[in-house]
């Protein structure tokens, strides 16, 4: 769906998703709005707290919480974090396979080398902070063991070969990193238009760390080369500092010299080599130029909140309308009740605010629950399908870009979304009326109930569905 600018042509108002009217009516008559917006349809909410349960799924416990996610399109990859008063036995990544399935459908599986326990047991309040999913190279993440220098904090994930044992659709530890931290979750980068690094492969794994190495050269991420033929070589550590495509300030810099943040999230569109990244709460944008460094960077946010983690973002690149646009959470502290609609945020590559309206297949407005502001994001690009991962609900929404209403009779009078119009439908309108619900205003003057919606109503109802 195309981004829409808010407008007052009323002659299209009751051709339009609720979603836009309601959009409109603020326009025109009530508080100011986002001279954009951007609606997705709420697909499915899915419940995976069970790969938190200890006592009835231990095979498949992850950790406390869910703390990051991957989607490939059609299997999620759900990484696990520490938040105990005794100690767990692990926090890994767990594979939900054909995830969109009914629940009767999936089928579960360990990432084979993401226990998070070993070779060092991960301590509390720490986990898997990203994860990022390839098609060619695999299952990317990062791990924080809260301190530089631990071995494995950053570790590639492959398929195993059917002469290992394994099959297509099982990942094992391929790689590993030996002196980073983990702090910040990593992605997968293809270059810039997508046209990789020559000698280094056409795609390395990015990853952002503020502890390792010159002042410089945390200003941005470091590109680690892979290994060769990932499929078929038993992991080694070799992911380190020293094995890279890039690094600043020779590389890629998302901030100026001689500044220093917290860094949390990262991502890499793998189209045009654009970046986004959290710089603790601010988020930073960063275009790529064809030297593969970064021409130009914008930063959303002054709130910086350093030490709150679960600060995440995703591009939604190649997202239906032609415009890319960037997600991200603005988590400014870990409070509990924080609205879904004032920490989740849309903005286009160069920093302006959209506005983002969740409705349900008929075009009625969702409202997600409050939470304490800890979500994290999986994008795919194919399938235009976008997962937000709720920390501390452990639910997984699943949205897709709202192309008009579903339901069987597409008639704006169809309150209830199904295939007739009756006695129900006029029943809903008139609670709607009751209740001052702005979707109930269809007619002038707009801002204000009266007769002539009643009558509008009347009159879109009778011309039926079409």
Not at 116 to 141: I, K, Q, Y
Not at 174 to 184: M, Q, V
Not at 304 to 333: C, E, K, M, W
Not at 344 to 362: A, E, Q
Request: one cysteine or more; proline letters at 8%.
């Amino acid at each position: 769906m195309p981004l829409k600018t808010a407008t007052c042509q009323r002659e299209i108002r009751n051709h339009e998703p609720l979603a836009s009217r309601a959009h409109a009516d603020s326009c025109c008559g009530g508080p100011p709005a986002l001279a954009q917006e951007y609606v997705f349809e709420l697909v499915q909410t899915e419940e995976i707290d069970l790969l938190s349960d200890l006592v009835n799924t231990p095979a498949f416990f992850i950790g406390n919480n869910p703390s990051s996610i991957a989607f490939n399109g059609t299997d999620l990859f759900v990484g696990g974090f520490a938040n105990y008063s005794t100690v767990i036995p692990a926090v890994q990544i767990v594979q939900i396979q054909d995830f969109l399935l009914s629940t009767a459908g999936r089928s579960f599986a360990v990432v084979e080398g993401s226990d998070a326990a070993v070779p060092t047991p991960v301590t509390n309040f720490r986990g898997w902070t990203g994860l990022d999913w390839d098609s060619e190279r695999g299952l990317l993440g990062t791990v924080d063991y809260g301190t530089s220098g631990a071995s494995n904090q950053i570790r590639v994930f492959n398929y195993k070969p059917s002469t290992q044992g394994g099959f297509l659709s099982t990942l094992n530890l391929k790689a590993t990193s030996i002196d980073l931290r983990g702090i910040a979750g990593p992605s997968w980068d293809r270059g810039y238009n997508g046209q990789g690094f020559g000698a280094d492969g056409p795609i390395v794994a990015s990853v952002l760390d503020p502890f390792t190495g010159p002042a410089e050269e945390k200003n941005g991420p470091f590109g680690h080369i892979l290994p060769p033929e990932p499929g078929l070589t038993d992991p080694v550590p070799n992911l380190d500092s020293f094995n890279v495509a890039y690094f600043p300030p020779s590389g890629p810099a998302l901030i100026q010299p001689d500044t220093s943040t917290l860094w949390r999230d990262l991502d890499i569109d793998p189209n045009t080599g654009d970046m986004a990244a959290r710089a603790a709460n601010i988020l930073i944008i960063g275009t790529r130029g064809s030297d593969g460094l970064i021409s130009s960077r914008v930063s959303v946010g002054t709130d910086n909140a350093p030490f709150v983690s679960g600060q995440n973002v995703a591009i939604l690149h190649g997202l239906d309308g032609g415009t890319d646009l960037v997600v991200y959470n603005d988590r400014p502290s870990t409070a509990g009740g924080q609205a879904f609609t004032d920490v989740v945020k849309l903005v286009t590559k160069d920093g302006s605010p959209v506005s983002l309206s969740i409705v349900d297949s008929s075009g009625t407005p969702v409202a997600l629950p409050p939470g304490v502001g800890y979500y994290d994001f999986a994008w795919d690009e194919a399938t235009q399908t976008l997962c937000i991962l709720d920390f501390a609900a452990r639910d997984v929404y699943v949205l897709r870009p709202f192309n008009g209403s579903s339901c069987p009779c597409d008639s704006p009078a169809n309150i209830n979304c199904d295939d007739v119009l009756n006695f129900f439908d006029i029943a809903a309108y008139i609670q709607n009326y009751n209740a001052m619900d702005p979707s109930a205003d269809l007619a002038e003057p707009f801002g204000t109930l009266n007769f002539f919606d009643i009558v509008e109503y009347i009159s879109i109802y009778n011309m039926g569905c079409p």
